[in-house]
């Protein structure tokens, strides 16, 4: 607020001894005075040009840095493969293609960022100024003038005598919108029974997700969790993750008098369970495992199902019950699947049957 607007203030709005009429006494100045902006200090590069200069070289060399990430970003995409997976700390097994054209891409707009603030903080002029506020609306002489000059452009153009152009600019620009809905169609393959299938089948075994090796029963300790994927599943399998994303298992072993669901009870083996391990409310792995209780917990939102009472849930935002795989042990005494989930795993969507 400007100096006058304070006087003005001041003037018609602070009490005066007599006003107030308690013998208070007045506060003669604005005790909210306006201390105005504070003395410009000036910066190394304002004083010194080789200061100036070094600025302006780190400006470039950001700018420069962007330019080639830039360029390899278009190299990446034109010469990594597709289906390359690499090792990246800590992220794992990524796809090279990915990591290549996120890496640049950040680099490149980061570079431009830091150039930009760099340059605004050293050789942009830094005196602060003060732009009183004004009124939203234009002057009746600015909004006339508008006015008058859309109607002379409507005149000019002729918009209202050609009607025929008229209608078919209307139809051009309500009609163009539509090939953005067509791209859509590019978004993918539409996912077919994707969701509603998993890699499990009658006779798969089920493997341990640590050591890849087929589990037996005796593998599963009483109030343990383990972990296991279908047999054939490999890491450096192109779609592991899309596969593990819905196959995941995790297996416990309870007491089987201590199982109250009856299916449950028929689609374990000796106490032990398969469920998903894909919590069905927004896809997060389930995997804190309480063996008192039997109660199982995801990490994301605290859902928490009952493992011995057919994965209810008994806590949290999850909608249903985890899906449960049936297994039994095969002639050489490994656990097998006996089919696939009955139900689609993870979150519910639209066209879930269960
Ligand atoms: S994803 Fe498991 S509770 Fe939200």
Redesign the pocket.
């Known amino acids: 607020m400007s100096e006058t607007s304070h006087e003005n203030v001041s003037e018609k709005h602070l009490p005066s001894e007599q006003e107030n009429g308690h013998g208070a006494v007045a506060v003669a100045d604005d005790p909210f005075a306006d201390p105005g902006l504070p003395p410009h200090e000036p910066r190394i590069q304002d004083i010194d040009e080789r200061a100036a200069k070094r600025s302006e070289r780190v400006v470039a060399m950001l700018f420069t840095a962007s330019m080639l990430a830039t360029l390899g970003f278009i190299a990446s995409f034109v010469l990594v493969p597709v289906d390359k997976i690499i090792y990246v700390w800590p992220a794992g097994r990524i796809g090279a293609l990915n990591f290549a054209l996120g890496m640049t891409l950040g680099v490149a707009l980061f570079c431009i960022g830091a150039g930009a603030v760099h340059w605004a903080r050293t050789l942009m002029s830094d005196h602060e100024l003060v732009d009183e506020r004004h009124a939203i609306s234009a002057e009746p002489d600015t909004k006339a003038k508008v006015m008058e000059d859309f109607a002379q452009g409507a005149k000019e153009s002729a918009l209202g005598r050609r009607s025929l152009i008229r209608k078919t600019m209307f139809g051009a620009l309500a009609l163009v919108p539509l090939s953005g809905v067509v791209l859509l169609r590019d978004l993918g393959p539409l996912p077919g029974d994707k969701l509603v299938h998993t890699l499990w089948s009658k006779g798969k075994l089920l493997v341990n997700e640590n050591t890849q090796q087929p589990l037996r029963p005796e593998d599963i300790g009483v109030g343990s969790l383990t972990f296991a994927m279908p047999e054939g599943l490999e890491e450096d399998d192109e779609d592991f993750q899309q596969q593990i994303a819905k196959a995941a298992l995790m297996l416990v072993r309870l007491e089987p008098d201590d199982i109250k669901d009856k299916r449950e009870l028929d689609w374990s083996h000796e106490g032990i369970v398969a469920y998903s391990k894909i ?6 792995p ?1 995997s804190l495992y309480e063996q008192q209780t039997h109660h199982v917990l ?6 928490t199902f009952d493992l011995s009472d057919g994965a209810r849930v008994i806590f ?3 909608g249903h019950a985890l899906p449960q795989l049936k297994i039994s042990v095969n002639k050489d005494g490994f656990l097998e699947a006996q089919g696939d989930f009955e139900e689609p795993v993870g ?1 519910a969507y639209w066209e879930r049957r269960a």
């Open positions: 919590c069905t409310h927004v896809g997060c389930v995801c990490p994301c939102h605290q859902s949290g935002p999850a979150p």
